[in-house]
């Protein structure tokens, strides 16, 4: 999920944890009403639920992870709960949206016009109505490239009110995270615990775009982190990277697990 917020005022951690769980964990009938253009109004009648799915962890991973289910209890099911609902329904929530700064966690070196930008994914999902009063701070510069372009794109984090409130992530089924693809040409720099700079740059096979991406110190320190994933694939990739099976037990995923300073919560739907 390419979406970070960060509040301006300390006493409003809670109320951002809060609205976003709501917003990630929002009960299908709003989504449904969302959805409504593609599958007609008799899909409004579904009813939800959610329920907590166990995840066995290693002693050695030091977090406890939260795997909620949310799913429909009725004739079909939701395939997935695209990122642009979960968008739409955080800019639903009430906050004092004029006190609150939104970025990415990772973006791709294209202008924000661009149909692959995750600016324009935001400007057009999350950022409308009352939430339109946000700050919004881009991950991209008018430079060719993303290497000249990295401390630009520092410098602008760095002005936030770190550490970040809420991180809400995404996962590839190779176990990425953020830009942390896995043969990424800045991968080490990237998730290196002990490192200094805020964002890098990152080309990988699998990336598509050059990229830039918030690196794992910055992540790793926020309040709150969120991961928002869909499908049984996605899921049983997840088991892999918290039992560090194989491949996935050095997967980018895994590292912000074991360096997250607070325990990840991990939203699933079929």
């Known amino acids: 999920m390419p979406l970070l917020v960060s509040a301006a005022t300390p006493n409003t951690h809670e109320l951002f944890r809060v609205v976003v769980s709501a917003a990630l964990g929002t009960p299908m009938v709003e989504l449904a009403t969302a959805l409504a253009p593609r599958f007609g109004s008799a899909f409004l009648k579904l009813t939800t639920c959610i329920r907590p799915v166990r995840v066995t962890a290693p002693a050695s991973v030091a977090v406890t992870v939260t795997l909620l289910r949310v799913e429909v209890a009725n004739a079909f ?129 699998a990336a598509g775009e050059p990229r830039i991406t918030l690196t794992l110190p910055l992540l790793a320190a926020a309040r709150h982190v969120y991961l928002h994933i869909e499908g049984a694939a996605k899921q049983a990739v997840f088991a892999r990277v918290v039992r560090g099976d194989g491949e996935f037990a050095g997967s980018p995923m895994r590292a912000v697990i074991e360096h997250a300073r607070v325990p990840v919560a991990v939203y699933w739907c079929p």
């Open 77 to 205: 099911q939701i395939s997935a709960v695209p990122p642009e609902l979960f968008l739409r329904c955080l800019g639903q929530q009430q906050l004092e949206w004029n006190r609150v700064t939104v970025t990415l966690c990772d973006e791709r070196w294209v202008p924000p016009q661009h149909e692959r930008s995750n600016a324009r994914l935001v400007a057009r999902t999350l950022l409308r109505g009352a939430a339109s009063a946000a700050r919004f701070v881009p991950l991209y510069a008018e430079r060719p490239d993303p290497e000249k372009g990295a401390a630009v794109i520092d410098a602008r984090i760095a002005a936030l009110p770190l550490p970040l409130d809420v991180a809400v992530l995404g996962m590839g089924n190779d176990g990425h995270t953020a830009s942390f693809f896995p043969g990424g040409d800045h991968l080490d720099e990237a998730l290196d615990p002990r490192g200094t700079r805020l964002v890098s740059p990152m080309r990988a096979p």
